[in-house]
């Protein structure tokens, strides 16, 4: 069964919204993995609009399970990640306009230059997972630009509102999966995942890891985050 990695951006962004001190996405993720989250991802977006660069260098000395830093594919950002080391990047797609990263990065275009990004980080003992949508050009070309890892965008089963739409979503996702492990990449998946749709997708053999952020915190609002998290994990059967 996967893992559980839980993102704590939008406890950034409670606090950001008062430009305060609380609560701290520092405590949240020491409570996710007090309740046995496998994992912690922050987005440090080029804008600082929640997670900052303070919070990225407290988790590196705070996180005791895995930490995951999502970012843009920049020169900023790769300086940031080879200067903090945390145990993962994965590089996603970024405007500035959207409220959250809306579909997978585009790397079929853009092997050689995403190659040359991805090899100083992979030479500096990070690893790369390319956040991408289900499709087989982009799974096929992150094989190509040597990420060891996708994690499949699963935004468009979360939204399908027809039972029947979301069968064949998830359907897409499985065949992604497999093709992704077939290539010798490791797999994640991720967004929009929650407590009513996440099951299906804890039951692909070839998803090594869930990557859960919003739901989560949602959650926690109401009952805590170490229950919140508690909850997720019986749900997913995550180790």
């Given amino acids: ?16 919204a008062r430009k305060g001190v609380e609560p701290d996405p520092v405590a949240a993720a020491v409570l996710a993995e007090l309740a046995g989250a496998a994992g912690i991802i922050v987005h440090l977006r080029e804008d600082r609009r929640h997670i900052q660069d303070r919070d990225l260098r407290v988790l590196r000395q705070t996180v005791r399970t895995k930490l995951n830093l999502e970012m843009a594919a920049t020169d900023e950002m790769q300086r940031i990640a080879l200067e903090v080391k945390p145990d993962i990047v994965t590089l996603v797609p970024e405007k500035r306009e959207e409220l959250t990263t809306e579909g997978g990065l585009e790397v079929a275009s853009r092997v050689p ?35 060891k890892w996708v994690e499949i965008h699963t935004g468009a089963y979360a939204n399908a509102r027809e039972e029947a739409e979301r ?8 065949e992604a999966a497999k093709l992704a492990a077939s290539l010798g990449l490791r797999v994640g998946a991720g967004h929009g995942l929650n407590y009513m749709n996440v099951t299906a ?26 229950r919140a998290v508690r909850e997720m994990i019986g749900l997913t059967g995550s180790k």
């Fill in 201 to 226: 997708i804890a039951r692909i053999p070839e998803v090594e890891e869930l990557n859960i952020g919003h739901s989560i915190i949602s959650r926690a609002s109401l009952v805590g985050i170490e």
């Fill in 167 to 174: 069968g064949r979503e998830l359907e897409t996702i499985r």
């Fill in 113 to 147: 230059a995403l190659t040359d990004y991805i090899g100083k980080l992979q030479q500096a003992g990070i690893p790369v997972s390319l956040f991408v949508d289900p499709d087989d050009r982009q799974i096929a070309a992150s094989k190509k630009a040597d990420a």
């Fill in 1 to 16: 069964m996967p893992r559980l990695s839980v993102n704590v951006d939008h406890i950034a962004t409670l606090r950001q």
